[in-house]
């Protein structure tokens, strides 16, 4: 047996053929499915780079003038972060947008500081975990490879961060995964992440806490929104016994990491960091009207799977985001957070969590 594997080790490997990647470095699978992002033609790239030249004459150079600019013109910020962020200028906008830029600057060695010196009880389990984080892209796929190890030090080191959160199976993987693969900056990530969990808004690290309390709210609030925009749809969904918890759970736990296409879930993530989880609600109300004739005929057993495994002409970002952005809810998010806390008898304790957060 050792001289057949000495001697398949003598012959010449044959040409390994090359990894078709696509532009945010996922392996392409040989037939394309109906509705993924195409190649994009000629006029798409010359679009692409106006954008980015915009996007540079905003930020300037390193992100040196985009406080300033931020302050003269944030509609136009706004505006342009909800038609997207161009992909080389994601990782550092994505920094600028949260204020994870000035906590990185403010707070130099922490991320070292925790990797190297600090234990994490999580750690275990954020080894075994680490493999199932997108196993096509190409950052991730070499085991223990130079993805995999970033992974595991972002994911260890927010842990001990933030202890309260620490590490949370398929949420921490997840979104440390999408902040890596956007930022290829470790330090920057966990800033970012720190963002994520805890400043998009008021108490928003109830998202991963024991319990998941803000998970709660926010399904509370996703069905009395459904029952007052899609009232039908509604309607249909207390006949056939179905309620947000069923469906739209890792919306809120991942902001869609698991639940969209990349190219789609990375807009969202855009106007996520900017505008916080308001576009979740606006996203998952722009999925149920945009299928709202069909979900509103089919029965349990069907409209469960429906509601898990969304069409793919439903995926295109600039059908379903210009939809989400046309959806109104804030007067309906407080109306509802009122009435949750009212009913759940949270509203002093929530309140004074907020003011600590301020």
């Given at each position: 047996?050792?001289?057949?594997?000495?001697?398949?080790?003598?012959?010449?490997?044959?040409?390994?053929?090359?990894?078709?990647?696509?532009?945010f470095g996922f392996l392409k699978p040989e037939v394309s499915p109906q509705g993924l992002a195409k190649s994009r033609s000629a006029f798409e790239y010359e679009r692409e780079e106006r954008r980015v030249r915009k996007w540079r004459k905003m930020i300037?150079?390193?992100?040196?003038?985009?406080?300033?600019?931020?302050?003269?013109?944030?509609?136009?910020?706004?505006?342009?972060?909800?038609?997207?962020?161009?992909?080389?200028?994601?990782?550092?906008?994505?920094?600028?947008?949260?204020?994870?830029?000035?906590?990185?600057?403010?707070?130099?060695?922490?991320?070292?500081?925790?990797?190297?010196?600090?234990?994490?009880?999580?750690?275990?389990?954020?080894?075994?975990?680490?493999?199932?984080?997108?196993?096509?892209?190409?950052?991730?796929?070499?085991?223990?490879?130079?993805?995999?190890?970033?992974?595991?030090?972002?994911?260890?080191?927010?842990?001990?961060?933030?202890?309260?959160?620490?590490?949370?199976?398929?949420?921490?993987?997840?979104?440390?995964?999408?902040?890596?693969?956007?930022?290829?900056?470790?330090?920057?990530?966990?800033?970012?992440?720190?963002?994520?969990?805890?400043?998009?808004?008021?108490?928003?690290?109830?998202?991963?806490?024991?319990?998941?309390?803000?998970?709660?709210?926010?399904?509370?609030?996703?069905?009395?929104?459904?029952?007052?925009?899609?009232?039908?749809?509604?309607?249909?969904?207390?006949?056939?016994?179905?309620?947000?918890?069923?469906?739209?759970?890792?919306?809120?736990?991942?902001?869609?990491?698991?639940?969209?296409?990349?190219?789609?879930?990375?807009?969202?993530?855009?106007?996520?960091?900017?505008?916080?989880?308001?576009?979740?609600?606006?996203?998952?109300?722009?999925?149920?009207?945009?299928?709202?004739?069909?979900?509103?005929?089919?029965?349990?057993?069907?409209?469960?799977?429906?509601?898990?495994?969304?069409?793919?002409?439903?995926?295109?970002?600039?059908?379903?985001?210009?939809?989400?952005?046309?959806?109104?809810?804030?007067?309906?998010?407080?109306?509802?957070?009122?009435?949750?806390?009212?009913?759940?008898?949270?509203?002093?304790?929530?309140?004074?969590?907020?003011?600590?957060?301020?």
């Amino acid at each position: 047996m050792d001289n057949k594997l000495e001697e398949d080790d003598d012959h010449e490997p044959g040409p390994v053929p090359p990894l078709r990647l696509d532009r945010f470095g996922f392996l392409k699978p040989e037939v394309s499915p109906q509705g993924l992002a195409k190649s994009r033609s000629a006029f798409e790239y010359e679009r692409e780079e106006r954008r980015v030249r915009k996007w540079r004459k905003m930020i300037g150079v390193g992100g040196s003038d985009w406080k300033h600019y931020f302050r003269r013109k944030p509609h136009v910020v706004k505006r342009r972060i909800r038609k997207g962020i161009p992909d080389c200028l994601r990782g550092l906008v994505w920094q600028l947008i949260s204020g994870s830029r000035d906590l990185l600057l403010m707070n130099p060695g922490v991320y070292e500081q925790l990797v190297i010196y600090e234990t994490s009880a999580s750690e275990l389990d954020i080894i075994r975990d680490i493999s199932r984080t997108f196993p096509s892209h190409i950052f991730f796929q070499q085991r223990h490879g130079p993805g995999q190890r970033s992974l595991y030090n972002v994911l260890k080191a927010y842990s001990v961060f933030d202890r309260e959160v620490g590490y949370v199976q398929n949420a921490g993987n997840g979104i440390s995964g999408w902040s890596l693969t956007s930022l290829y900056e470790r330090r920057g990530c966990i800033l970012v992440i720190s963002r994520i969990t805890q400043r998009s808004s008021p108490c928003t690290n109830g998202r991963f806490i024991s319990g998941l309390p803000l998970v709660q709210q926010y399904l509370f609030q996703l069905d009395q929104l459904v029952k007052e925009h899609l009232p039908k749809l509604g309607e249909h969904f207390s006949q056939e016994m179905i309620n947000p918890s069923m469906y739209a759970s890792q919306w809120f736990i991942t902001v869609f990491s698991y639940s969209f296409p990349f190219h789609l879930a990375l807009r969202i993530w855009d106007v996520f960091l900017y505008e916080g989880v308001r576009i979740v609600f606006k996203v998952g109300l722009a999925l149920l009207k945009y299928c709202h004739d069909d979900l509103t005929k089919l029965p349990f057993e069907k409209l469960i799977h429906a509601l898990r495994n969304f069409p793919d002409d439903a995926m295109n970002p600039d059908t379903l985001l210009p939809l989400a952005y046309s959806i109104k809810v804030s007067r309906g998010l407080e109306e509802t957070k009122q009435e949750y806390e009212k009913k759940n008898g949270k509203e002093g304790k929530s309140q004074e969590i907020e003011k600590q957060l301020e």
